[in-house]
């Protein structure tokens, strides 16, 4: 047989945002995480779904940093692709940015069957900040969107089961330290695109696996899933099991016909195939199948309100449509976290083609004959014993070594291999791959001494894991060795011992603003809210004194902590400190939208309310604004009796909601 399925390079140009540098302050606290429960949805849910909720939930992003850096001009920018393709479908990925899917195009019908997003704009959507809509991405780590959002993964040809290529995209996870794989490959003929993918647990104590396969399309569309019942959660943090599809006299199936966004969870019976659909009029659209591993099916709506239609807005650009989202995942809902046991793996096999309905039964208001047409169309095209087979197909060469390079991501994962001497066949994490952010963690694995920084300047990355931990805490006790050791015990959660560690930096070292910012968050933590006011003043005062030149580091980390240090001053109502911090931003920071939002609570503080509203009128755009943040409708409510401008409206949940 002729083997037609190529494998390239390509270049994908669009309007996309810079990046920018990552905030440099190492992240003590999440930021705010909106898919968590109250405790009284967890009476009455099946025994193993409240169990894993409760499992090991993330305490911080460390060792990850925030990626913050990013605004919202959009240049016209040639990204790194690497394409897929045979005579049916064309896959494009970005190996630069987790490796996400961008276009699915089924060229006999000439139909794109993802939502495919004009223009990349980050927004503060992923655990770390930096996140873009569209496509199909692989969220693995805890609930919400990946840290590897707007990451580079490896990449590399391997061979495929039915003798050609296949694409492999792997890093290594670092919130809980787990490599993992994602292959796709596009058999001869073949309508649907496979992705097998695998997760590991190279070490010798259980870890909890998250993963979500996320899936952009339009939202004009009826999602299908072989489900009666659904878990409901919505922004106001309440999880309900609902019928499906209607709920409280709407049927929910249809994303444009709620007002909020929310999540639909579907209770997805044991022992029935697992797959998730989205149609239009016509009864075209996209279907998503699986192995059985992948239990989890979920729709995620913007809804018709003005909240999620200005959502919508702010991650494309002005004439584009709207999306929905449909998603398959390991546990039920995406508030849990499933156990991977020491020394093993998980994995399973997705598919992922066009399905064509019968607009009639599709659309019809039997939904039990609408899922049961969608269900034999995809038997039809693709039989459940077709996905087992070829996920047995796939295993035997999930251990194949790589072959050329496409894509290279992060040195982290050749550092852990490098330390705890893992074999992990089939992803490399090659010596070669480390680099300057590893180098000093390299040193402390081969001396037993953290090195001390070449030149001044804001620390780099901490490591958080025991292992290190441990090796920090025997290496000879530097200022540099104690401040990392520090954020370790914090991540660990001993923040007594924390503290302890830097306060002993204090005695001896060079640079004190990390030191004391960190001091001032504990402060914060534990509602002293007074001294750590006067640390965050103090560190700030430090780091104008040390601060070397204009570089992008400096700046970041200038502007990082100096809007920290406003906000815990203007906290405590010392609005003239907090204005001397402002002052000395540099004026290109000033003027950025997020701190024009800063401004103005600083001018209303000031008592000068007739300039804060001038903020407002003149325009601003925050653009890290975080999901579901009601930060600019809480400070336009003290400002104005009036409407909050259509512009400014992000809520995400009812206003009665609490």
């Known amino acids: 047989m002729v083997i037609v399925t190529t494998i ?17 302050l190492p992240p003590l606290r999440t930021l705010d995480e909106m898919h968590r429960i109250d405790d009284r949805d967890l009476v009455g849910l099946p025994r193993d779904m409240a169990r894993q909720i409760g499992y090991e939930p993330l305490r911080s992003v460390l060792p990850e940093r925030i990626r913050d850096g990013y605004e919202r001009e959009r240049p016209l920018r040639g990204l790194d692709t690497i394409v897929i393709e045979n005579d049916r479908l064309r896959a494009t990925v970005l190996p630069g940015f987790g490796g996400r899917v961008v276009s699915l195009f089924h060229k006999p019908s000439e139909t794109e069957l ?17 996140w873009f809509s569209g496509g199909i991405e692989w969220n693995i780590g805890a609930t919400g969107h990946t840290t590897l959002s707007c990451s580079p993964v490896h990449a590399a040809r ?10 492999r995209l792997w ?29 590991r647990n190279p070490h010798e104590k259980a870890a909890p696996l998250y993963w979500w396969s996320n899936i952009a399309v339009p939202e004009e569309r009826r999602v299908l899933a072989p489900a009666e019942e659904a878990y409901h959660f919505g922004y106001e943090r309440r999880l309900r099991r609902v019928p499906v599809p209607t709920y409280d006299g709407i049927d929910r199936t249809y994303p444009l016909k709620s007002t909020f966004p929310a999540d639909y969870f579907y209770e997805v019976p044991d022992g029935r195939r697992r797959w998730i659909a989205a149609v239009d009029d016509t009864g075209e659209g996209l279907v998503q199948t699986s192995t059985d591993a992948l239990r989890g099916r979920k729709l995620f709506v913007w809804g018709s309100g003005p909240g999620g239609r200005r959502w919508q807005e702010w991650l494309t650009e002005p004439g584009t449509g709207g999306y929905c989202e449909i998603q398959a995942g390991l546990a039920r809902t995406q508030l849990e976290h499933v156990r991977l046991e020491p020394e093993s793996d998980v994995s399973w096999l997705e598919a992922y083609g066009p399905l064509t309905l019968s607009p ?37 060469y999930a251990d194949t070594e790589p072959g050329e390079t496409l894509a290279t991501g992060s040195g982290w994962g050749a550092l852990e291999v490098l330390r705890g001497a893992h074999k992990l066949p089939g992803t490399p994490f090659a010596e070669h791959t480390l680099g300057d952010d590893q180098e000093p963690w390299r040193e402390l694995l081969r001396s037993g001494a953290f090195p001390e920084p070449r030149r001044a300047g804001p620390p780099g990355e901490t490591l958080v894991a025991s292992h290190w931990r441990d090796m920090l805490e025997t290496a000879p006790a530097a200022p540099i060795t104690e401040y990392h050791l ?42 002293n809210h007074e001294r750590a006011a006067d640390r965050y003043a103090e560190a700030f005062d430090d ?6 030149d204009d570089g992008e580091r400096w700046t970041a980390a200038t502007a990082a902590l100096g809007r920290e240090a406003i906000e815990a001053l203007l906290r405590v109502s010392r609005p003239a400190d907090a204005r001397a911090v402002w002052e000395r ?74």
């Open 585 to 658: 931003l540099r004026p290109a920071t000033r003027a950025r939208g997020r701190f024009r939002l800063v401004e103005a609570e600083l001018l209303l503080a000031e008592g000068r309310r007739e300039d804060a509203r001038t903020i407002f009128d003149e325009g601003f755009e925050a653009a890290d604004l975080r999901e579901g943040a009601e930060t600019i409708d809480r400070l336009w409510s003290r400002l104005s009796d009036e409407p909050l401008p259509a512009c400014h409206d992000f809520r995400m949940r009812p206003p009665t909601a609490t």
């Open 8 to 24: 390239r390079r390509d270049v994908l140009i669009l309007p996309a945002a810079e990046l920018g540098p990552s905030n440099p």
């Open 171 to 199: 890093e290594w996870e670092r919130l809980r330290d787990l490599p993992f794989q994602v292959d796709l490959w596009l058999p001869d003929g073949s309508d649907f695109l496979y992705v097998g993918v695998r997760v």
């Open 114 to 130: 993802l939502y495919r997003n004009p223009v990349l704009q980050p927004a503060c959507f992923a655990l770390n900040g930096a």
């Open 360 to 396: 009639q039964a599709a659309h019809g208001k039997d939904w039990e004959a609408a899922r049961a047409h969608a269900e034999d169309r995809l038997e039809s095209v693709l039989s459940r014993d077709q996905v087992d087979a070829a996920y047995a197909a796939w295993l035997p």
């Open 486 to 527: 520090g954020v370790a015990q914090w991540h660990a959660g001993d923040l007594a011992q924390a503290v302890r560690s830097w306060e002993r930096a204090l005695e001896l070292a060079p640079s004190l603003w990390p030191l004391l910012r960190c001091l001032a968050v504990a402060d914060e933590e534990s509602g």
């Open 543 to 548: 780091l104008c004194r040390e601060r070397r």
């Open 158 to 167: 391997v061979p495929a089961p039915d003798g050609g290529e296949m694409l």
